[in-house]
């Protein structure tokens, strides 16, 4: 599945300690002026995100926790062409960790450019207060993260997304989702699932997004590496229970 390529360096250090004792207030301020200066200074400059499943957000992402955003702080690194290129680190507090880290204490910082072009995430709620749900991928030793990420609000999680993240997801990750953008569209594979949720408002926020998991079924008689054959399945009921069985086996 497509998404944004995105090449990063970081700096070893922060910037002065003056900017580090900045308000969360001032600096979310300050990081969305310098968003709207640059989005200015190229109006072509634009940040374009393929449609993705939580099932693939899940599978794809290297950490997957529940956090508060607790801090902003901006960042600047010299490039190749000698401009000062704005970056945030953001700190966060976990409070439950799903995928990638043993405990809460083990995720405390994540990166993300300051640039629209490149899809660097901005958060405008207020900190400290509302937990999110965030996954966020591994480059160069930090942990990353863009507006085409998963961050979102945790009330916001649907009560079957919930426990996808905790425990259906990872055994469906042998299977691919499939977004249909328009018709006809169609699958290549039986461990694909047809995404459809978009074709009516392109939200993808629909039934399959916020309730079903794609899951493999056991398949009689096929070899163990044989390709899985994954079916939409809601996340609930006896017969989700015994298909999370099958995928969580398929997962070990």
Aim: a positive charge.
């Amino acid at each position: 599945m497509a998404e944004p390529v995105l090449v990063f360096q970081f700096p070893d250090t922060e910037i002065a300690p003056s900017s580090r004792t900045m308000s969360p207030v001032a600096s979310n301020r300050l990081l969305a002026g310098a968003i709207l200066v640059l989005a200015l200074a190229d109006p072509t400059a634009a940040c374009s995100c393929a449609p993705e499943h939580p099932q693939t957000a899940f599978c794809q992402a290297d950490v997957v926790v529940r956090a508060r955003f607790v801090r902003a702080t901006p960042q600047s690194h010299n490039g190749s062409s000698e401009t000062s290129v704005p970056w945030v680190r953001y700190e966060i507090k976990p409070s439950k960790t799903y995928k990638g880290v043993q405990s809460v204490g083990d995720v405390r910082f994540l990166y993300t450019p300051a640039l629209e072009s490149v899809c660097g995430y901005l958060h405008l709620a207020p900190l400290k207060e509302e937990e999110y749900l965030i996954m966020a991928k591994w480059q160069d030793q930090r942990l990353m993260i863009s507006t085409c990420s998963f961050v979102r609000p945790w009330a916001r999680v649907s009560p079957s997304q919930r426990r996808g993240i905790s425990q259906a997801y990872a055994g469906g990750c042998a299977c691919e989702v499939v977004p249909c953008n328009s018709l006809p569209c169609a699958v290549s594979g039986d461990a694909q699932c047809l995404w459809t949720d978009g074709l009516l408002d392109r939200s993808w926020q629909g039934p399959q997004a916020k309730r079903l998991a794609c899951l493999p079924r056991p398949s009689q008689g096929a070899p163990p590496s044989a390709d899985p054959f994954c079916t939409w399945e809601t996340l609930k009921g006896s017969q989700a229970e015994s298909l999370l069985k099958v995928a969580r086996s398929r997962a070990q």
